[in-house]
T-cell receptor
Framework: AQSVSQHNHHVILSEAASLELGCNYS??????LFWYVQYPGQHLQLLLK??????LVKGIKGFEAEFIKSKFSFNLRKPSVQWSDTAEYFC?????????????FGTGTRLLVSP | NAGVTQTPKFQVLKTGQSMTLQCAQD?????MYWYRQDPGMGLRLIYY???????DKGEVPNGYNVSRLNKREFSLRLESAAPSQTSVYFC????????????FGSGTRLTVV
């Protein structure tokens, strides 16, 4: 079945460490790609999105993601994490060739940053 | 502030009880969605509505019904709640067009005992 995969379910880092969260999708054709963040007790917020153009997109709070079409990947990165980045991160995809566009989420990665 | 409003924020139901989760948006969006979030499973689409008067099933529609009452409101109904429906429910809306993402509500935490 077509899906969105996030390989790391839990990640624990120390402050100032670099972060990379993996995301792969299995949809062919054109896709819109997103990373959302959910801080403890809060609703989802958009970190960044990719629709077209430069495959390296920058989002809020120092996050960036790179779309590699040949690898069907959209990995999230941050050079130096902070304690306040502790949250759950969701990769999401809108496949554009499936009729009405619907957002499909990965299973999420729970990030814990220790001070 | 503009956005998506969900009520209630918390609810405990007994097995077999019914209830309706309410969602309203004031951004004049055509598309609205209901997701459920479960640990280790991400968010899964229950139902969606592409426009006023239309609704369609998503990935996990069993046990739920929806109503798109008007452009602003999209409600989710559990006719006979089951413990498997214990979850956090998120409503979202989206403006038409490729360049806009989704706006999510703050969620309803439902426990069925």
């Amino acid at each position: 079945a077509q899906s969105v995969s996030q390989h790391n379910h839990h990640v624990i880092l120390s402050e100032a460490a670099s972060l990379e969260l993996g995301c792969n999708y299995s949809y062919g054709g054109t896709v819109n790609l997103f990373w959302y963040v959910q801080y403890p007790g809060q609703h989802l917020q958009l970190l960044l999105k990719y629709f077209s153009g430069d495959p390296l997109v920058k989002g809020i709070k120092g996050f960036e993601a790179e779309f590699i079409k040949s690898k069907f990947s959209f990995n999230l990165r941050k050079p130096s994490v902070q304690w306040s980045d502790t949250a759950e991160y969701f990769c999401a995809v809108i496949p554009m060739n499936t009729g009405f566009q619907k957002l499909v989420f990965g299973t999420g990665t729970r990030l814990l940053v220790s001070p | 502030n503009a956005g998506v409003t969900q009520t209630p924020k918390f609810q405990v139901l007994k097995t077999g009880q019914s209830m309706t989760l309410q969602c309203a948006q004031d951004m004049n969006h055509n598309s609205m969605y209901w997701y459920r979030q479960d640990p280790g499973m991400g968010l899964r689409l229950i139902y969606y509505s592409a426009s006023e008067g239309t609704t369609d099933k998503g990935e996990v529609p069993n046990g739920y019904n929806v109503s798109r009452l008007n452009k602003r409101e999209f409600s989710l109904r559990l006719e006979s709640a089951a413990p498997s429906q214990t979850s956090v429910y998120f409503c979202a809306s989206r403006k038409d067009g490729l360049l806009y993402g989704y706006t999510f509500g703050s969620g309803t935490r439902l426990t069925v005992v």
